[in-house]
């Protein structure tokens, strides 16, 4: 059986854009404010408020009882962080936000890993190859692809950069909701996946680890998820759209 998909209507689409712009505004002016002395608690607020004044809701509060409005993930924090009044943004820290609002039906979901000084040279390695996974990501997502061709892509570019693949978490389709298939793995290994045909949406969400790929689940909160080793991670997602030729990033920067 071939593996599923979605392929979503023009309407869709256009109201998927739309999610899908409004929640990398946020995205933006959540990377504009945020910032040393403030706790994560405070930013997740703020992130609140700024989905707010979109006239949309929280894609992520709620869900699977997820109690923040976005996620942020510290330094050995992999993903599904949760603000907390305890835990203090410094200029040493890299903060993972991952934002995604809920607008007339539709679902933005994206993420980037910010910091406030001049890295040292592997939390810029950390940085950098993250981020440019993701693009190698995209760049291999164009219509009639696979999507064994996005992890690959991926995978070469984070093993050119030394970075370790976690391998519990992937990319996913998205558009009306928050994770449709199919899954969009950062690694080879699971047979070639889903034909790429236009119309589909897709997260390509790379978190790569400095050391070792292992994790683990906080036995508190149920949601944090850590490196084993303690070494940083880093996390970088856009929504793209498959065409027939290049991919469009739905999720591109713009201004609020
Ligand atoms: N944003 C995450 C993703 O990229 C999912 C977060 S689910 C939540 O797929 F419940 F933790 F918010
Ligand atoms: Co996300
Ligand atoms: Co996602």
């Not at 406030?116 to 996974?133: I, M, W």
């Not at 889903?194 to 149920?222: F, H, Q, S, Y």
């Amino acid at each position: 059986m071939a593996p599923a998909r979605i392929i979503h209507t023009p309407e869709e689409i256009s109201r998927i854009r739309r999610a899908a712009a409004v929640t990398a505004q946020v995205r933006d002016a959540l990377a504009q404010l945020a910032h040393p002395g403030m706790t994560t608690f405070e930013l997740d607020m703020l992130a609140g408020d700024l989905i707010k004044r979109t006239g949309g809701k929280s894609a992520f509060k709620g869900y699977y009882g997820y109690p923040g409005n976005i996620c942020i993930s510290m330094n050995d924090t992999v993903v599904h962080g949760i603000g907390s009044p305890d835990q203090l943004i410094t200029e040493n820290d890299i903060v993972s936000i991952d934002v995604g609002v809920s607008i007339d039906g539709a679902i933005g979901d994206t993420a980037a890993t910010l910091s406030f000084k001049e890295p040292d040279a592997d939390v810029k390695r950390l940085l950098q190859g993250t981020e440019e996974s993701l693009m190698c990501g995209i760049a291999a997502a164009r219509g009639g692809a696979f999507v064994r061709d996005i992890s690959a892509a991926v995978e070469k570019c984070a093993r050119k950069h030394r970075l370790a693949i976690v391998r519990e978490y992937v990319g996913h389709g998205c558009g009306i909701k928050l994770h449709e298939p199919p899954q969009i793995p950062n690694f080879t290994g699971g047979g070639k996946g889903a034909r790429l045909d236009p119309g589909m949406v897709i997260c390509i969400e790379p978190m790569l680890n400095l050391g070792t790929d292992a994790v683990k689940l906080d036995r508190n909160d149920n949601w944090t998820v850590r490196t084993r080793d303690g070494k940083w991670s880093a996390h970088f997602e856009h929504m793209i759209l498959i065409t027939e030729n290049e991919p469009e990033i739905l999720t591109w920067q713009k201004t609020m």
